[in-house]
C-alpha cells in the first residue's frame, strides 16, 4: 500500500465514455470529502483527466466493440492489460476502482489475483446477472471485494454470493432540463408554441437504425394524418444522422434532424417521444417527456434472448415499479399499428401524459433522485473500503 506519510492513491481503470463519466463524478466527490488530500492514477477519457487524472493511455485503445472489431486489436489489448495490471503493481495504490468495462477491467484484476497483488477493488456498474446469466454473480465474487450498483435491486444478487455490494445510485438523476430550453429550440427552429411536437429515437447504433427507422416511419405515417402541424424531431449521433436525414427527406411531416448534443433541448421542446429501447427513456422521463417504446432484433437473437432473458420488461422504468407504466412493444408486437395507437392516445390525453409522467418520477427516486448524487455514494463506499483496509492493515 502507499506509504502513510502519502496522500491516498486511488488507482481508476475506465474504458468507455459512460465509465469517464462516472469515474469523473467520483474524482470530484473524493476531492470534495477529502478536502483533496487525495491522488489518482489508472486510466480515463476527457472528463477524467479534467479532474485530475494522467491517464496511463488514451481511453479510446480500449472503445472496441464485437468480435470482428476486437480480433485486430487483440495484441493492443493484450499489451494494454498488462500495462495496467504492471502499473498497479509498481503504485501499490490503496484501492483499485474499476468502471464498467468487463472484459477489460476483470481480466486485469484476475492478472493482479494472479500475481499476489495485495490491494482491494472495487467495481463500479454491476454485471446484469437480474437479467440474464445470473451465474456471474459468483464468478465476480471471487475476486472483487466490493461492487458499487446503479440500480437498487442490484446488490442482493451478490450479496448471496457473499460480495459486499452498494447502490449508489443512477447516473441518469444527475441531468438537468430546464422548460426554456424547449422553449428557445422552438424558437429557434420555428416551431410554434402550440404544434404538437414528436421526438423520434430510433438509436445510436447503425443496426439499430435500420430495424427501427422504417417501422417508425409508418407510425408517423399514421400520426401525420390524424394530427394536422404535427412536427418531428430526430436527435441523432453523427454516424447514422446522415442516413437518418436521408431516409425522412421523404416523410410526409416536417422532420427535423439536430446533432445529439443538441438532445436535451429537443427533449424539452417536445410532447411525446417514440424511442428505442435503452438508457434513452431513462433520459425521457428525467425532462418529464411521456413516451412509447419500440424495439425489434434479429429473428435469431431474439430466439436466444427469450430463453436467456429473465426480465418481463424491457425499459428500467418499467423494471423498477413492476409494471408497465411506459408502453414498450418488443419484435413482434413493434407494429407501426400499436406504436402510433399508444403515440396519438399520449399526444390526445393531457391525464395520460401527466400519469405517465408521475409514475415514472416514482422510478426515478428509486433510481437515487432526490438523494445524494451517485458520486457522492460512490465516494463513500470507496473511502469506506479504504478505510476498513487502514484498520485491518
Given at each position: ?6 496522500k491516498p ?15 469523473a ?7 470534495a ?9 489508472g486510466v ?8 485530475g487524472?494522467?491517464s496511463l ?7 472496441v466493440?464485437g ?13 494494454r492489460?498488462t ?17 464498467d468495462?468487463p ?6 484484476i ?8 495485495q490491494?482491494p477493488i472495487?467495481h ?8 440474464w ?8 465474487a471471487?475476486?472483487?471485494?466490493h461492487?458499487?450498483?446503479l440500480?437498487p435491486?442490484?446488490p ?8 459486499d ?6 447516473p441518469v ?6 422548460p426554456?430550453?424547449?422553449v428557445a ?8 408554441p ?20 422504417a417501422?417508425f416511419?409508418q ?5 401525420s ?13 453523427s454516424?447514422?444522422a ?17 446533432d445529439?448534443?443538441g438532445k ?17 427513456t ?11 417504446i ?6 435469431l437473437?431474439?430466439f436466444v ?5 429473465k426480465?418481463p ?11 408497465e407504466?411506459v ?7 413493434c407494429?407501426?399499428?400499436n406504436?402510433a ?12 401524459r401527466?400519469?405517465?409522467?408521475a409514475?415514472?418520477s416514482?422510478?426515478l427516486?428509486?433510481?437515487g ?8 455514494r460512490a465516494a463513500?463506499v ?6 476498513k483496509m487502514?484498520?485491518?492493515?
Open positions: 500500500m502507499s506509504d502513510q506519510t502519502q492513491l486511488v488507482f481508476l481503470i475506465a474504458g468507455e465514455n459512460s465509465g469517464d463519466a462516472l469515474g463524478s467520483l474524482m470530484g466527490a473524493l476531492k470529502k477529502t478536502d483533496g488530500d487525495v491522488d489518482f492514477a480515463g477519457g476527457p472528463e477524467m483527466q479534467a479532474q487524472l494522467s493511455f488514451a481511453m479510446q485503445d480500449l472503445a466493440m468480435v470482428f472489431e476486437v480480433l485486430p486489436r487483440l495484441p493492443q489489448l493484450l499489451k492489460m500495462q495496467t495490471a504492471d502499473e498497479v503493481e509498481r503504485l501499490a495504490p490503496n484501492v483499485v476502482v474499476s468502471i468495462a472484459d477489460f477491467c476483470f481480466r486485469v484476475k492478472k493482479l489475483k494472479a500475481r499476489g497483488v490491494v472495487v463500479y456498474v454491476a454485471p446484469s446477472v437480474w437479467a446469466r445470473a451465474g456471474r454473480a459468483a464468478k465476480v471471487g475476486f472483487l471485494d461492487l458499487m450498483c440500480l435491486f442490484e442482493p444478487y451478490f450479496h448471496r454470493e457473499g460480495l455490494a452498494t447502490f449508489v445510485g443512477h438523476v444527475t441531468q438537468t432540463f430546464e426554456s430550453q424547449g429550440f422552438r424558437q429557434r427552429h420555428n416551431i410554434a402550440d404544434a404538437p411536437v414528436l421526438c423520434v429515437l430510433p438509436g445510436s447504433r447503425s443496426g439499430e437504425v435500420l430495424r427501427l427507422l417501422v416511419e407510425a408517423v405515417q399514421r400520426l394524418a390524424q394530427f394536422p402541424g404535427l412536427t418531428v424531431i430526430i436527435p441523432a449521433v454516424h447514422v446522415e442516413h437518418i436525414r436521408r431516409v425522412v427527406s421523404s416523410w410526409p411531416t416536417p422532420t427535423l434532424v439536430v445529439a448534443k436535451n433541448a429537443a427533449f424539452c421542446a417536445s410532447d411525446v417521444a417514440l424511442a428505442a429501447s435503452g438508457t434513452v431513462l433520459e425521457l422521463a428525467m425532462a418529464g417527456v411521456p413516451h412509447v419500440g424495439y425489434r432484433v434479429n429473428a437473437t431474439a434472448g427469450k430463453m436467456l432473458i426480465t420488461y424491457a425499459n428500467l422504468i418499467n423494471i423498477c415499479l413492476g409494471r407504466a408502453p414498450e412493444f418488443i419484435q413482434e408486437n407494429t407501426p399499428d406504436l395507437r399508444e403515440v396519438a392516445r399520449l399526444l390526445d390525453d393531457e391525464g395520460a401527466t400519469a405517465q409522467c409514475q415514472a416514482q422510478a427516486t428509486q433510481l433522485l432526490g438523494g445524494p448524487s451517485p458520486g457522492e463513500e470507496v473511502l469506506d473500503v479504504m478505510n487502514k484498520k485491518d492493515g
